[in-house]
């Protein structure tokens, strides 16, 4: 399986700052018939279940506020966060998809 | 807008099977894969396998030997069965859609509101 990891563990930010959240896979997850990145980005808010944020590394789902942004290739992985919100406490999850079973980082909390 | 609620047991006895059922409203279950994933302190979110609508399956490997997943698209539903359960499985159980081939397979855009099942005596 491949193993996602993810730092740091937890981080405060003031409203209105930037917030960046690391993912790391222990391998490429670069699928090369189309040259995409396999990885999304869940959001999950206290008593409510994950929300897609991002996928193919850098897509953001339908709805979801340009604030949120992801990049990275291969093994390497960030979601932004570029002007943070009191909405967006929350834990962040990355996710492979690029070989079965799909595997998900131990997620990030982000604080006020 | 597609909504999908878990149900079942919250509790169950070691060595006895865990039954759960996903229920869909607001769309087809046509076309696309039903997935049950599950949250525990120890191990965080967890993929446990897939149907598709036309009844196929794939499991995780991890947990293949003890789980059954069945649709039942008449009723819109479909259902997941782990036998065997030891407190290790105890964790929330979340039912969730795969967004599809525009997304990659494994993508999960719609999720239950997942169910806590606690496994002990």
């Known amino acids: 399986d491949i193993v996602m990891t993810q730092s740091p563990d937890s981080l405060a930010v003031s409203l209105g700052e930037r917030a960046t959240i690391n993912c790391k896979s222990s391998q490429s997850v670069l699928y090369s018939s189309n040259n995409k990145n396999c990885l999304a980005w869940y959001q999950r808010k206290p008593g409510q279940p994950p929300k897609l944020l991002v996928y193919w590394a850098s897509t953001r789902q339908s709805g979801v506020p340009d604030r949120f942004s992801g990049s990275g290739s291969g093994t390497d992985f960030t979601l932004t966060i570029s002007s943070l919100q009191a909405e967006d406490v929350a834990v962040y999850y990355c996710?492979?998809?690029?070989?079965?079973?799909?595997?998900f980082g131990p997620g990030t909390r982000v604080d006020i | 807008q597609v909504q999908l609620q878990e149900s079942g047991p919250g509790l169950v006895k070691p060595s006895e099977t865990l039954s759960l059922i996903c229920t869909v409203s607001g769309g087809s279950m046509s076309s696309y894969y039903w997935n049950w994933i599950r949250q525990s302190p120890g191990k965080g979110l967890e993929w446990i396998g897939y149907?598709?609508?036309?009844?196929?399956?794939n499991y995780n490997p991890s947990l293949k030997s003890r789980v059954t997943i069945s649709v039942d698209t008449s009723k819109n539903q479909f259902s997941l069965k782990l036998s065997s359960v030891t407190a290790a499985d105890t964790a929330v159980y979340y039912c969730?859609?795969?967004?599809?081939?525009?997304?990659?397979?494994?993508?999960?855009?719609?999720w239950g509101q997942g169910t806590l099942v606690t496994v002990s005596s």
């Open positions: 969730a859609r795969d967004g599809g081939r525009d997304y990659g397979d494994y993508v999960f855009d719609y």
């Open positions: 996710q492979q998809y690029y070989s079965t079973p799909p595997t």
């Open positions: 149907i598709y609508y036309s009844g196929s399956t």
